[in-house]
C-alpha cells in the first residue's frame, strides 16, 4: 500500500506507526524505502502537531519519536511521552467508518495499556504498561451512541485489561444500570484470570455483561510460569467455574509452540476446555512478536522462523493458510514438527466442538452465540454469510480429512483406536 501510494503521490509523506514499526524502527524504515518516518509509541498526542508542520513543510526530525534515515543511517530520536490523560483524546470518528449501524455487534476501548509483563504480548511495547482509563461519563456517552445511534444490541470492550481498576467497574455498571438507552444492550469483556471477584462479576452480570474472555493460554504450571503469567491452574478453573455460575458465557485463549512445550502440554489444554465446557475456546499457535521478552530470547538463539516481511506471523496460521500450503510457523518447540503442530490444532478444534453437548447448542439454541457474535441485522445479511460459513466448514472438513488420513500413516494408529474415542463424541 505504502509502495502504491509513494507511486501516485510522489511528493507525500508518509509514516509508519503500530507496534511493528514501534519495536523494529530501523528494519521498518530498511525494508519499506517509501516509508518516509516512524512513529515509536503513541501517536495520539503528537499527530496534530506532525501534521502541522508537514503542511508548513518543516522538516519533521525534531520530534519526540520518530525515526528517520540519516546520512545511510537511521537515526532515533527520544521517545515521545505516554499520553497521560485519553479522555483528552477527540471521540472516536464512526461517521468515517460508515455503516457501521448494518451490525448488531459493536465495540469500544474504554481503557489502554496492562500493568502485567506477560513475555508474549505486544501491548508494552507502545503503551509501556501504564495503565490509564476513560471516566465513567465519557464511556457512557460512547456505549449511549453505540445503542442509540447505531442500534448496536452487543458492545465488546477491547480493553486490554478491563478489570484492572474495580471502583471504576463499579461506577461503570452503576452508570449503565441507571441509563435509558442502554437497557437491552448486552456486552462482552476480556480479564485476567487473578482479577476475577465474585461481587463484581455480579454487579457486571446484573448490569448486562453477559461473556468474559480469558487468556488461558496454558494449563502447564511450568510454562504458565515462563510466561510471566503469576496464577496457577486451580485459580483458572476457579474463575471459569464461578463466572458460569454467574450465568456468563465463557470465551478462552491457548497458545501453542511455547518454548519448552510437550505435546501432552498442548492434549492437556484441549482436555480443560472440553472438561470446563468453555463456550468459545480459540487454539492459537504462539507468534513471538517484535518488541516482546519472548521474541528477544528466540531471536537471540536464533531459533525462530522468519518469513520475508513477517508474512507467517499469524496466530491463526492453520485456520487461514491453504490447506495446499506448507504451514510456516515463526517458532515451533524442540520435539516438535511443524507437521504435527498443524494436526494438533485442527484435531483440538474437532474435539472441542464436534460434540454433542456442543452442537446441540448451535441447532436447538439459535441465540447461543449472540453475545458473542452477530452476523447482522436483516435475513439478507444473515443469508450472505452463509457460503462464507459452508467454505470456513468445508476448508477445515477438509484439513481434518487429511490429518485423519495421515494419522494412519504415519502414526500407525488402528481403526479399532480411532473407535475407542467415539464415546467423547457424546460427552
Known amino acids: 500500500i505504502s ?250 485463549n491457548f497458545l501453542f509452540c511455547l518454548p519448552n512445550e510437550s505435546k501432552k502440554e498442548r492434549t492437556d489444554c484441549v482436555n480443560f476446555a472440553i472438561k470446563h465446557n468453555i463456550d468459545l475456546v480459540k487454539y492459537n499457535n504462539v507468534v513471538p512478536y517484535p518488541g516482546t521478552q519472548m521474541y528477544e530470547d528466540l531471536n537471540a538463539k536464533n531459533e525462530m522462523n522468519i518469513l520475508p516481511k513477517f508474512s507467517n506471523f499469524n496466530s491463526q496460521e492453520v485456520l487461514v493458510r491453504s490447506i495446499f500450503k506448507k504451514k510456516n510457523f515463526p517458532y515451533i518447540p524442540q520435539n516438535s514438527t511443524a507437521y504435527g503442530i498443524e494436526k494438533e490444532i485442527i484435531f483440538a478444534y474437532y474435539r472441542t466442538y464436534f460434540r454433542l453437548k456442543t452442537l446441540s447448542k448451535i441447532i436447538f439454541k439459535p441465540n447461543w452465540g449472540d453475545v458473542i457474535f452477530s452476523s447482522g441485522k436483516s435475513f439478507i445479511l444473515k443469508l450472505s454469510k452463509f457460503p462464507s460459513f459452508l467454505l470456513l466448514l468445508a476448508d477445515i472438513s477438509i484439513k481434518f480429512g487429511l490429518v485423519f488420513l495421515s494419522v494412519f500413516k504415519k502414526d500407525g494408529i488402528k481403526l479399532k483406536d480411532i473407535i475407542k474415542t467415539v464415546p467423547a463424541f457424546f460427552k
Not at 519533521?60 to 527520544?78: H, M, Q, T, W
Not at 478489570?163 to 463499579?170: H, S, T, V
Not at 482479577?195 to 455480579?202: G, L, N, P, T
Open 3 to 252: 509502495n502504491k501510494l509513494k507511486g501516485l503521490y510522489p511528493d507525500s509523506v508518509i509514516i509508519f506507526g503500530g507496534i511493528h514499526p514501534s519495536a523494529l524502527p530501523k528494519k521498518t524504515l530498511n525494508d519499506c524505502k517509501s516509508c518516509d518516518y516512524v512513529f515509536m509509541g503513541e501517536a495520539d498526542g503528537e499527530i496534530a502537531n506532525i501534521y502541522d508542520k508537514i503542511k508548513s513543510g518543516e522538516n519533521l526530525k525534531s520530534v519526540n519519536g520518530i525515526a528517520y534515515r540519516a546520512e545511510n543511517d537511521v537515526a532515533i530520536n527520544p521517545p515521545a511521552e505516554i499520553i497521560k490523560d485519553i479522555n483528552e483524546l477527540p471521540k472516536f470518528p464512526y461517521d468515517l467508518f460508515t455503516p457501521f449501524n448494518q451490525y448488531q455487534h459493536g465495540h469500544i476501548i474504554s481503557s489502554r495499556g496492562c500493568p502485567h509483563n506477560c513475555s508474549f504480548c505486544c501491548v508494552k511495547v507502545v503503551g509501556k504498561r501504564r495503565y490509564r482509563y476513560k471516566n465513567t461519563k465519557n464511556t457512557i456517552e460512547e456505549l449511549e451512541f453505540l445503542a442509540h445511534e447505531l442500534q448496536q444490541k452487543h458492545i465488546s470492550f477491547f480493553d486490554d485489561n478491563f478489570l484492572a481498576n474495580k471502583e471504576r467497574i463499579k461506577d461503570l455498571c452503576e452508570a449503565i444500570s441507571k441509563s435509558e438507552k442502554l437497557k437491552n444492550v448486552t456486552y462482552s469483556f476480556q480479564a485476567r484470570i487473578r482479577d476475577v471477584d465474585e461481587d463484581i462479576f455480579k454487579l457486571m452480570f446484573k448490569s448486562g455483561f453477559k461473556a468474559v474472555f480469558f487468556g488461558i493460554e496454558s494449563v502447564s504450571k511450568k510454562l504458565l510460569k515462563q510466561i510471566g503469567k503469576d496464577e496457577s491452574v486451580e485459580e483458572i478453573s476457579t474463575a471459569i467455574k464461578l463466572a458460569q455460575k454467574i450465568g456468563f458465557k465463557v470465551m478462552a
